[in-house]
């Protein structure tokens, strides 16, 4: 070999290791899931066969979401049996559904559940029945059970090739950063701290127990990234993180999100707990998924799914539901005294007959972010990178996603095998109709490139390792709270009770939490046991 | 004939920089700190070549065969440098840094020698200006080959040592070469010829039983020889021998020496077992090596033994391997064990039955994954299957070396209602280690011990159970999933106090 040969065949090695080709088509197995979308769009065309039959019960729940699930749960639990929960997809769970294979559970959607404040009575009712929480669910400090509070390590931060613990940058964050920071939650402590008139809490969870002081509902006009520059914060790692927080739990940018939601993200949560610190939270290796496994324990029967409610009128004895049983390819009228509708507010002008146009008017002004979220199943873990170790979440700095947080890691299983990777992805950046259109044209192919290329920065052996990488789009996956719309009028409508049809949604919030849609289905149930008792 | 010298130039400059390279990798490779390495490693390389330039001044006759000469040391010293301090290394960590700076200075000064002398050489053929302008062209043509080849292609593919021998071979092929290119010229051809045989000889020799080489250097990083080794799905099996002594290493972590396991396994199980009533159903968690079942089966009362490994392929060589079985006194074959290859934690959630002892005995919490088998979930666990009279005994690092984490076990304990007795024994291939029993009922030590022992005795009692004031007890957190602060205790301790 002479020296030019050597020196070709080196720039020859140097770029097989270099410089590969843009797409990689060793991608592993996988298919792209999502709701049904033919089955609610069927609600546009109104093609149904004819109801073939005529029922009767006490309540009908429409949607086994949190929601519907919650308010069954109160029922049940009230010793009310007379009632059916009919459910759209062949699973109920809405935004916390789960999947299961091999290696793991793993969640859909929903993955973890804050610990619930004072405020948040039902939902600490609810833990208490399902045995998470131990003791008097109205203690200040109650206790968990240890095994579904988040183990440790919780979360970590991936940025310039270094994961630190914890998300608030630390890597090469300034003194004048790291002095944001400080007055950032030192404004944060003073809303967790500030009650407003008749002793409220500023920003309690469920939002409609928080004070209703004009300064505090003036916030909900600006946007969060507004509020910040208002207080002349402007540390690009703090706007990080708190865009992140915005985009995380509410699928929208922060420009686009109200200060009072963004502000409610922070300082809502208060649970102080007797055994962990407060910022803990609950979760299994299904995410919300086993909430909803559990909850339905006790009513699976009355659960009807593959039907969806396709008509709803009121009448003057009761409501006429018309269901569309997707297997049997048929419709039945249920005649119901009264209905809880706990699908997404958007779908309800679609189906009830002689709906207020006012009220019409505030379903349609909800604006959906769209959401993907893809499961990657690994054969071993990656490598261990640089820095703080796998954690439960583990966020990306500067990443268009949200990370990936690991189903295995609830596990208690005490060595190292194989696992699943729940991968977060809110398309935030653009118009919701841009966005969803997006998520549903994109194929599956370049989904799983564009999701395994992100995760080759911090893991360089992650294509060896995932054996099967599944995707699934919500195209409405929950309603925003963009500025001026959680304190409106419009959304105020959608909490009153319309005749014998009562709402219940995290939609009736304005931002899509598990406690808030849990405390809509339960009061929507109390309300139905009020006038059952009459 | 100059286009054939100019080549080995090339040559010449790329093998000076491949043992520079390979010192410098071989150093933050085997020292750490790879900056300071590095630069103290090319600092006295450079240096090296200076003092050969110099010394270059001081050969006036001969200058093809002391060219030849020189290029066979340089290939001598530097093919075998990577072997000679893996070697070194190995064997004796004191000299090491000794051999290697020599070693790098040493082939400095000839490689310095080696450009001077073929510049001399060449003069014949060219004026000064062509001169210097083809052979520093070449010099740096090479050093930019090697130094792309190196990362890229060399250590990755080749590994060190046989980087390193590769380059010698290179240096001796070049001597060769110019001893073919002169043999008109050159007095004493026979003897050069001789010697250039011998060195690319050995070179070449070297190469080839490179591999073993490499595996007799490793074999070093272990005091002694290694007589097994294992990669599971769980973890690398090492085991050693010097003379009658035992080592097994688990992920390089030392498990047992079998001079002084017997103190180990009769602290771990007799003050404990010795105390419990009419013990029947035993439980081992950990202890794939079946040691602590051999004291257990010294109670002949005991009915039962179900001992819990992870990994299959450590209690089949304790079964299989006859050194071991004499060892365990074949105690995994005794008809009253069964073996249980399972994570133990997730065993146990699944398990209903109770225990009259169970022996916790796991690796000590290096990561969050060995934490969890530390935490109150596990210990509320332990504690169902714990009979109401009923002793547990868990292995609880060094109170000395990790007092933090010694006491946190203990908090742990007890957090979950446990009544604990601490205590602790000198191994001396550990050095003090710490064990824990953990019961329903209050524990008393045994007044008698009935089994035949050569540690533990009643005598030793108030040893055992005392603690002198640099391991008294001090106040920790509880070990909780999610806190895992044990594992952070531990973290702290080894990295600081290790002795």
Redesign the interface.
């Given at each position: 070999m002479n020296r030019r040969d050597f020196l070709l065949s080196l720039a020859a090695s140097a770029c097989l290791s270099g410089c590969q080709p843009a797409a990689n088509p060793l991608l592993p197995a996988g298919s792209m899931l999502g709701p049904s979308m033919e089955r609610g769009h069927r609600l546009r065309g109104r093609d149904f066969p004819a109801p073939s039959e005529t029922r009767k019960t006490g309540v009908a729940i429409v949607g086994g979401g949190i929601a519907g699930l919650s308010a069954a749960w109160k029922l049940n639990k009230s010793g009310f049996g007379d009632f059916q929960l009919f459910e759209l997809e062949d699973a109920a769970g809405g935004n916390a559904r789960s999947g299961k294979n091999a290696v793991s559970a793993y969640p859909w959607g929903a993955h973890y559940l804050p610990l619930p404040g004072v405020e948040a009575r039902e939902t600490r009712e609810l833990l208490a029945d399902l045995g998470v929480l131990q003791g008097d669910p109205y203690a200040e400090s109650p206790s968990y059970d240890e095994r579904f509070l988040c183990f440790a390590p919780q979360e970590r931060l991936y940025r310039h090739g270094l994961w630190q613990e914890g998300m608030l940058p630390q890597i090469g964050a300034t003194r004048r950063d790291q002095e944001q920071y400080r007055r950032f939650f030192t404004l944060l402590d003073q809303f967790r701290q500030r009650h407003g008139a008749r002793g409220l809490r500023a920003f309690s969870i469920p939002a409609a127990r928080s004070a209703r002081d004009s300064d505090l509902v003036a916030l909900d006009r600006i946007s969060m990234r507004h509020f910040l520059q208002q207080q002349k914060l402007d540390s690009p790692l703090l706007h990080w993180y708190v865009n992140y927080g915005c985009r995380d739990d509410y699928g929208s940018d922060y420009a686009a999100v109200s200060a009072w939601a963004g502000l409610h993200y922070f300082a809502s949560r208060d649970g102080r707990v007797g055994n962990v610190d407060s910022d803990q939270v609950l979760t299994w290796p299904e995410g919300n998924g086993w909430l909803v496994k559990e909850m339905q324990k006790g009513f699976s029967e009355r659960i009807v799914s593959g039907a969806l409610a396709q008509r709803m009128a009121e009448t003057r004895s009761h409501v006429e539901l018309d269901v569309y049983m997707q297997r049997e390819n048929r419709s039945v009228r249920w005649q119901a005294d009264r209905v809880i509708f706990a699908a997404p507010m958007f779908v309800l002008p679609h189906i009830f007959e002689g709906l207020d146009e006012k009220l019409k008017q505030a379903c349609q002004q909800i604006r959906y972010a769209p959401w993907l979220v893809a499961n990657l199943t690994l054969n071993s873990l990656p490598e261990p990178g640089h820095g703080a170790p796998l954690s439960w979440d583990n966020v990306l700095y500067g990443s268009p996603a949200l990370g990936y947080v690991n189903a295995t890691h609830q596990n208690l299983r005490s060595h190292e095998g194989p696992a699943v990777l729940t991968y977060y992805w809110a398309l935030s950046g653009e118009p919701e109709k841009v966005a969803r259109q997006r998520l549903f044209d994109t194929p599956w192919q370049n989904w799983s490139e564009s999701i395994l290329r992100e995760l080759s920065r911090p893991h360089p052996d992650i294509r060896d390792k995932v054996t099967q990488l599944d995707i699934f789009r919500w195209g409405h996956a929950m309603s925003k709270p963009v500025p001026g719309w959680i304190w409106s009028a419009e959304r105020e409508r959608l909490t009153v009770p319309h005749g014998r049809v009562y709402l219940a949604h995290s939609d009736l919030s304005g931002f899509s939490i598990f406690e808030e849609a849990n405390y809509w289905g339960v009061k929507a149930a109390e309300h139905v046991l009020k006038k059952a008792t009459v | 004939m100059s286009i054939a010298l100019l080549?080995s130039v090339?040559v010449v400059a790329s093998c000076g920089l491949a043992y520079e390279l390979v010192a410098g990798a071989l150093s933050s490779y085997l020292l750490g700190d790879s900056v300071t390495q590095f630069s103290t490693i090319i600092g006295t390389y450079l240096f090296a070549m200076g003092i050969g330039s110099y010394l270059s001044r001081f050969i006036v006759k001969g200058l093809v065969a002391r060219f030849i000469q020189v290029e066979l040391l340089v290939g001598l010293a530097g093919g075998f440098s990577a072997a000679l301090l893996f070697v070194i290394f190995a064997w004796v960590a004191g000299p090491f840094k000794l051999v290697l700076y020599g070693l790098v200075l040493l082939t400095g000064i000839l490689v310095g020698l080696e450009i001077p002398l073929v510049m001399r050489i060449l003069k014949q053929h060219y004026g000064l200006k062509d001169l210097v302008s083809q052979v520093l062209t070449f010099d740096y043509?090479g050093a930019l080959?090697v130094s792309?080849?190196f990362p890229?292609?060399l250590a990755p593919h080749l590994g060190l040592i046989r980087t390193s021998l590769l380059f010698g071979l290179m240096n001796a092929l070049v001597a060769a070469w110019a001893l073919w290119l002169f043999r008109t010229q050159l007095a004493g051809l026979k003897a050069l010829s001789v010697q250039c045989f011998l060195v690319s000889a050995l070179l070449l020799g070297g190469l080839l039983g490179a591999d073993r080489l490499t595996s007799l250097a490793e074999e070093n990083l272990y005091a002694d020889e290694i007589i097994y080794t294992e990669t599971t799905p769980?973890q690398r099996i090492v085991m050693t021998r010097w003379k009658d002594d035992i080592r097994l290493f688990l992920n390089g972590n030392l498990q047992f020496s079998s001079r002084d396991e017997y103190r180990y396994h009769e602290a771990l199980v007799h003050p404990a077992l010795q105390a419990v009533r009419h013990p029947r159903r035993v439980l081992v968690l950990g202890g794939g090596d079946g040691l602590a079942v051999r004291e257990i089966l010294k109670y002949p009362g005991v009915e039962r033994i179900t001992l819990v490994d992870?990994d299959p392929n450590m209690t089949a060589l304790f079964k299989r391997l006859p050194m071991l079985r004499a060892l365990n006194q074949d105690a995994l074959h005794s008809p009253k064990v069964s073996i249980v290859n399972d994570?133990?934690?997730?065993w146990l959630?699944r398990s209903h039955d109770f225990y009259d002892f169970i022996v916790v005995d796991f690796p000590d919490p290096t990561?969050?994954?060995?934490g969890?088998?530390y935490?109150?979930?596990f210990y509320r666990l332990l504690e169902k299957h714990l009979s109401q009279h009923g002793l547990a005994v868990i292995q609880a690092t060094s109170p000395l070396y990790a007092r933090k984490s010694y006491w946190c076990i203990d908090q742990t304990l007890r957090s979950v209602g446990l009544k604990t007795a601490p205590y602790h024994a000198l191994v001396p291939s550990f050095g003090e280690w710490g064990y824990i029993i953990a019961s329903h009922q209050p524990y008393t030590p045994p007044e008698r011990y009935g089994a035949s022992l050569r540690f533990v005795s009643a005598g030793l009692n108030p040893v055992l159970f005392q603690f002198p004031l640099d391991m008294a007890p001090v106040e920790t957190e509880i070990n909780?999933?999610?806190?895992?602060a044990l594992v952070h205790y531990y973290e702290s301790e080894w990295k600081h106090q290790a002795p």
């Open positions: - | 080549f090339f043509l080959a792309l080849a890229l292609l769980y992870l994570d133990a934690f997730q959630d990561n969050y994954m060995l969890k088998l935490t109150n979930t909780r999933l999610n806190n895992q």
